[in-house]
Each structure stands twice: as C-alpha cells, then as structure tokens.
T-cell receptor, first 112, second 117 residues
Framework: QKEVEQNSGPLSVPEGAIASLNCTYSDRGSQSFFWYRQYSGKSPELIMFIYSNGDKEDGRFTAQLNKASQYVSLLIRDSQPSDSATYLCAVDRGSTLGRLYFGRGTQLTVWP | GAVVSQHPSRVICKSGTSVKIECRSLDFQATTMFWYRQFPKQSLMLMATSNEGSKATYEQGVEKDKFLINHASLTLSTLTVTSAHPEDSSFYIC?????????????FGPGTRLTVL
C-alpha cells in the first residue's frame, strides 16, 4: 500500500466551480498534512497545511482533515484557469519529524 | 516570506562527470534541508535529509557515495551527483525547513533539471 494516495485525475472543472481534491494516507502516526501546487516544469509551492481535525480556510482554499478516516482534502472555490496545475498531497512521516511522503498528485484543469 | 534558491537551474553533462547543485535559504536559517528527485509524471521522492553540521540521512535505495550531500551552513546545502549516468537524468529539488511556532514547513527551491548525455 502506498503511503499517500490521491485521486488520479485528471480533474477538469469549469471556471467558477468548486474543485475537490482528495488524499488518503496510511501512517496513523502522521500529524502534519500539506497541500502543494506544482506547475509543469516547476517546483512545488505550499498552498496550505493543516494539523487538526476539521476545516481550515485560506481565501478560496479549504483544507479538511479527518484523522480517524486518514483522509485529507482540498477544496478550491471559484476555480480560475490559473489554478490549473498538479496538486500534491504531502503527509509527514509520523516517526520522523520533517520528512514527508508525497502523493503522485492530481492534475487539475480549469477551463474558461 | 521564505525563499529558497537553487543553482544551476539546468545542467547538461557528459556521462561520468560530476555535477554539484546548490540549495540556499535566502531569508531564513534552515537547520534541515531535504533533497528530492522527480521523474516525469511521478511524485517527489525523498533522497536524503541534510542536517547542518552533521552527516546526511539517506533514504533506502539511495547511494550515499553517489549522491554526496554537504550542509556547510544554516543557509546552504549542496548535492553532488558523482559519475553521473543517463539514468540520473531527473529534476532535482531541494527544500528547506522553516520552523515557526512549532510548525515545520518546507519551502522548495525552483529545482535543477539534470540531463546526462
């Protein structure tokens, strides 16, 4: 079983819609969860992190965490064409602070 | 902000040569930096954890004698790919860990695309 799994996509949504990205993880000891955005040929950039169960909102982005279900998601409201990228879910390795497992990413396309 | 730079951004070399990649945290000190490799359409794979003033910790399957890491200061870590071969061609990305208020965030450099001929 892979440590971090993401819905494979690609995901395509119209401009203005809500994009929903999902991620599950296997290490129950994980405490920190991150969403990164990666444009083609570029390195990842941090969008959000979440540590506690529930929702965390930052502008158009909302991260949701459910540790019991080992599930973390990212919602993007009012999606824009500029949001088109690959979204990587990253989870810390519970036993080793700082080291992250990355999912393979979900490619999102927002069409005008 | 948290800015991390990498140099060079792109390098092409002949098989058998060595290539050094620098990773710098520009506006914060990073005790810990990480080196990743990413093949096309694949996720980031952690190669090693670089700790200032001590030896790097390598992930299973990563040859420490081939991928030399030196973390000489709180703002600089280097990765040297020794005797590079075509299968080492990849996108190498470093990240620097910023610790603030108990939170540990990783900020990524722009990456180095290595092509070995």
């Amino acid at each position: 079983q892979k440590e971090v799994e993401q819905n494979s996509g690609p995901l395509s949504v119209p401009e203005g819609a809500i994009a929903s990205l999902n991620c599950t993880y296997s290490d129950r000891g994980s405490q920190s969860f991150f969403w990164y955005r990666q444009y083609s040929g570029k390195s990842p950039e941090l969008i959000m992190f979440i540590y506690s169960n529930g929702d965390k909102e930052d502008g158009r982005f909302t991260a949701q965490l459910n540790k019991a279900s080992q599930y973390v998601s990212l919602l993007i409201r009012d999606s824009q064409p500029s949001d088109s990228a690959t979204y990587l879910c990253a989870v810390d390795r519970g036993s080793t602070l700082g080291r992250l497992y990355f999912g393979r990413g979900t490619q999102l396309t927002v069409w005008p | 902000g948290a800015v991390v730079s990498q140099h060079p951004s792109r390098v092409i070399c002949k098989s058998g040569t060595s290539v050094k990649i620098e990773c710098r945290s520009l506006d914060f000190q990073a005790t810990t930096m990480f080196w990743y490799r990413q093949f096309p359409k694949q996720s980031l794979m952690l190669m090693a954890t670089s700790n200032e003033g001590s030896k790097a910790t390598y992930e299973q399957g990563v040859e420490k004698d081939k991928f030399l890491i030196n973390h000489a200061s709180l703002t600089l870590s280097t990765l040297t790919v020794t005797s590079a071969h075509p299968e080492d061609s990849s996108f190498y990305i470093c990240s620097a860990e910023k610790t603030s208020g108990g939170a540990h965030e990783q900020f990524f450099g722009p990456g180095t695309r290595l092509t070995v001929l």
